[in-house]
């Protein structure tokens, strides 16, 4: 692909184009490539140089130079000036932000694969993974989208092959190139779960989202973002982009779900347990076994059996529905698709064991999450015969530090014994972060500390009784554990598995 078929839709504010003196044709200059990463930067390839939060692409852009690139796009012209651009015979490119111009980039590159297929995001704390993998099997379960495409925490799956996550949405780069491979197989429509981070860092900037969704927004990420209103701002702006034929659908139970469409364009659908809301749940039974629910749409009433367990999953459930219905599922395929949903992996995966206790897998990492997490199982445990709650949880090293005590405080008034340990410490001392959770507790005596995650779950389960529910929150369907700044195999799942 030439330059000037790339820069066809980026706004640039300079390009240097002198070489030796001499005015170079650089628009019919041929690109083999596209990299933001200087070491994978190969000969005749366009190095982009991104502002990141540890490092800046602009420090590389000799490197990109020497490995053989044959232009650059930055944003800041000062970092490296004109005359290294002239006497490498280079060129260069300069934009108001490198991050939209890389997503514009990459929509070229791949051919614009999105324009083709039904694009639908999911946004907000938690939640977005279920929504998403519900969403996907409610429409390829009502047969008009045999193949639907997902972007996700946990995984990508492009037809029937499924590739593990790195990021919960990918690099703009990346992201195009999945979708065109989505479309290649015959993807009708792609599911696509958007973080903050994404948003913020223009990952999607310049994709149509037919429908997005809005799942709640509850304290995460402020390491990142710093205040409610800057974590919010960034989901918003998935909203606010919106085109009037699109349709938003929106939590009517979560305090921020009117305020996410306030500025939005598009058609807006609500959902919830709320009077008044467009797709509404009633008459709710819950049980561990699975739940029941009457589900009222703006022209029917459908009844709902699910095997997904508690409040929270209605809720995503009710999300889900409100997509499908939008984009024209009917209420009985819907019954039918939510019937034969089992759970997206890590979210409240449930082992039993032969003495009559369960354990339960979720990747609950934040104050509210826990919380539902743990409500849940309160509501769903049997009266008669009630066992304990026993919660074996840790927090993330170098994340938000003010979750902590809050996540603390949360295990112990809704627990019988809980578990304090290591999570993903990263470089923070295990212990400090261990600390950090126990600051606040009123009956340490609850409360048992054991900074090796493996030792802490065999723990919890040697405890067990019949009748108790063992809860190993916070990495849910991660198969690893990150100590230092090695990533270390290591699975809840799994260790669950080998005590039984």
């Known amino acids: 692909m030439t330059l000037g078929q790339l820069l066809e839709n980026v706004p640039v504010s300079k390009m240097f184009q002198t070489t030796f003196g001499a005015m170079a044709v650089t628009h019919d200059v041929e690109i083999a490539g596209i990299q933001y990463n200087s070491a994978k930067i190969q000969r005749g390839e366009m190095f982009v140089a991104l502002r990141g939060s540890k490092t800046d692409g602009h420090q590389y852009v000799t490197d990109a130079i020497s490995r053989g690139a044959t232009a650059v796009v930055m944003e800041d012209d000062d970092a490296v000036p004109d005359s290294y651009f002239m006497h490498t015979g280079v060129v260069k490119i300069v934009v108001s932000s490198s991050r939209r111009a890389l997503a514009k980039l ?5 051919q614009y694969p999105a324009k083709s297929m039904q694009l639908i995001g999911v946004t907000g704390t938690n939640g977005k993974t279920t929504t998403a993998y519900l969403i996907r099997h409610l429409l390829q379960q009502s047969k008009r ?5 997902l972007i996700g925490t946990i995984e990508t799956i492009v037809g029937t092959e499924q590739v593990p996550a790195t990021h919960t949405t990918p690099e703009s780069l990346e992201l195009h190139e999945h979708l065109l491979k989505m479309k290649n197989v015959g993807c009708s429509a792609v599911v696509m779960e958007v973080s903050s981070h994404a948003l913020h ?10 429908e997005a969704v809005f799942t709640n927004l509850t304290q995460d990420h402020l390491d990142y973002h710093l205040t409610m209103d800057e974590y919010f701002g960034a989901k918003k702006s998935l909203f606010d982009t919106l085109s009037t034929g699109a349709i938003a659908v929106t939590n009517a139970d979560d305090p921020w779900g009117s305020k996410i469409v306030r500025d939005c364009t598009a058609r807006r659908m609500t959902y919830g347990l709320s009077p008044g809301a467009d797709v509404q749940a009633d008459a709710v039974a819950l049980a561990m076994s699975g739940t029941t629910y009457s589900v009222k749409t703006p022209t029917a009433t459908y009844a709902i059996n699910t095997p997904l367990v508690g409040r929270f999953n209605i809720s995503n459930a009710l999300g889900a529905t409100a997509v499908c219905l939008s984009i024209g599922i009917n209420g009985t395929e819907i019954q039918e698709g939510l019937r034969s949903f089992t759970a997206a992996p890590g979210r409240f995966e449930r082992l039993d064991s032969s003495k009559g206790w369960c354990a339960v897998i979720d990747y609950a990492h934040t104050p509210d999450a826990l919380e539902k997490c743990l409500a849940t199982i309160g509501e769903v445990m049997p009266l008669e015969n009630r066992g304990r709650i026993i919660t074996v949880f840790g927090a993330g090293g170098d994340r938000d530090k003010g979750k902590r005590p809050l996540m603390g405080y949360i295990a112990e008034e ?10 993903n410490p990263r470089t923070e001392d295990p212990n400090a972060i261990i600390r950090n959770i126990c600051a606040q507790l009123r009956r340490p005596e609850k409360v048992v500390c054991e900074p090796d995650r493996a030792a802490a779950i065999q723990q919890a389960c040697a ?3 019949p009748g108790d529910v063992v809860l190993i929150a916070g990495k849910g369907h991660e198969e690893y554990q990150v100590i230092g700044t090695e990533k270390r195999h290591f699975s809840d799942k799994e260790t669950v598995q080998h005590y039984l």
């Not at 860092?201 to 037919?210: C, E, N, P, S, Y």
């Open 414 to 423: 809704k627990s019988d014994i809980v578990i304090v340990t290591s999570d």
């Open 106 to 110: 990459a929509a070229a590159w791949y």
């Open 201 to 210: 860092q223009q990952r999607v900037f310049g994709l149509d989202f037919d």
């Open 145 to 149: 989208y045999p193949l639907v495409g």
């Open 463 to 465: 405890m067990a009784c």
